[in-house]
């Protein structure tokens, strides 16, 4: 790849993520510059985009236009759900998917964004499954165990949820797990525990997790937990009030549950019910076979 090229692509890249990460859900470009886009890497060699588009990331705007040479400022708008990002949005083989997966993982192993979480955290705790899994769950953030071994639920809470999993007939290959925070949240003073992640950290870091979501096009996501619901659909009435209830996210069917840590420290048949409930639910969406068993379990004789 040219030298040229690379530097513009990583200067795109970099101001479409500044972008999102300011609340943009939309773009626009040129058709023109659309079509040079789908050239050979050689023929976008010779793209550019004027200086006077990239001063503009110091403010938010919500549509802007990639340039070539001599081209007009017209540009047609396009939804964000088809709103190509060179080299990673919508992927069109395996192969390319699995790069900008690589890719996007490289970015966030090197993210350094939240300097007190960069400085204290042993893993940067990316992800876990199939890229190409049809359910998807989302935590809040890793624990110490997550992040003394760099993956995400693999502590007692982590050992319950592939238990879940498992009983739905699906392994945690299958399916892929994340959190909305890649980096355990810090505890400074503390030698144990943990804390919830502060709003600004989450809105840091779930431009990381919108790519995850974007490259893997899951069917269903499951969001365990209060907090992580909050991280994704903001302020809610609460995830006792939620859980059970379809909800949307980014175009995706979103079921919020309990998280599995609740079920440790309550473990009335009542509640494993209720997230049992809710994952016949998803089986359900997912057009997967259901047993009578499976219908059964944690019901009372």
Same mark, same amino acid.
């Given at each position: 790849m040219p030298d040229d090229y690379g530097q513009l692509l990583d200067a795109t890249i970099q101001h479409l993520e500044d972008l999102k990460s300011r609340g943009a859900r939309n773009v626009a470009v040129a058709p023109e510059t659309l079509r040079a886009l789908?050239?050979?890497a050689a023929a976008k060699s010779q793209i550019s985009i004027p200086k006077s588009q990239m001063d503009k990331a110091?403010?938010?705007p919500?549509?802007?236009?990639?340039?070539?040479?001599?081209?007009?400022q017209s540009a047609t708008p396009i939804n964000r759900e088809h709103a190509t990002k060179v080299g990673v949005r919508n992927p069109q083989s395996a192969i390319e998917k699995a790069a900008a997966?690589?890719?996007?993982?490289?970015?966030?192993?090197?993210?350094?964004?939240?300097?007190?979480?960069?400085?204290?955290?042993?893993? @940067?705790?990316?992800? @876990?499954g199939s890229i190409d899994a049809?359910? $998807?769950? @989302?935590?809040?953030?890793?624990?110490?165990?997550?992040?003394?071994?760099?993956?995400?639920f693999v502590g007692k809470a982590g050992q319950l949820l592939t238990k879940i999993i498992q009983a739905t007939g699906l392994s945690r290959a299958d399916v892929y797990i994340a959190n909305i925070l890649k980096?355990?949240?810090? =505890?400074?003073?503390?030698?144990?525990? +943990?804390?919830?992640?502060?709003?600004?950290? $989450?809105?840091t870091c779930i431009p990381y997790l919108h790519e995850q979501i974007d490259l893997i096009r899951p069917k269903v996501i499951m969001a365990l937990g209060a907090t992580a619901v909050e991280g994704l659909l903001?302020? =809610?009435?609460?995830? =006792?009030?939620?859980?059970?209830?379809?909800k949307t996210y980014r175009g =995706?069917?979103? $079921?919020?549950?309990?998280?599995?840590?609740?079920?440790?420290? +309550?473990?009335?048949?009542?509640?494993?019910?209720?997230?049992?409930?809710?994952?016949?639910?998803v089986m359900e969406k997912l057009e997967m076979p259901i047993s009578e068993k499976q219908r059964n379990y944690f019901l009372k004789a």
């Open positions: 789908a050239q050979p110091s403010t938010p919500q549509e802007f236009s990639l340039a070539l040479p001599g081209e007009t997966f690589a890719a996007l993982r490289e970015r966030a192993l090197a993210c350094v964004k939240c300097p007190h979480l960069a400085s204290s955290r042993k893993s @940067v705790v990316f992800g @876990v049809q359910l $998807m769950f @989302v935590g809040e953030a890793p624990g110490a165990d997550e992040d003394e071994q760099g993956e995400p980096c355990r949240p810090d =505890t400074p003073g503390q030698s144990a525990g +943990n804390r919830k992640p502060t709003s600004d950290e $989450m809105a903001g302020k =809610t009435l609460g995830i =006792t009030k939620l859980r059970g209830a379809w =995706t069917p979103l $079921m919020p549950t309990y998280h599995p840590a609740y079920l440790l420290r +309550n473990q009335a048949m009542s509640e494993k019910r209720k997230v049992w409930e809710d994952m016949l639910a």
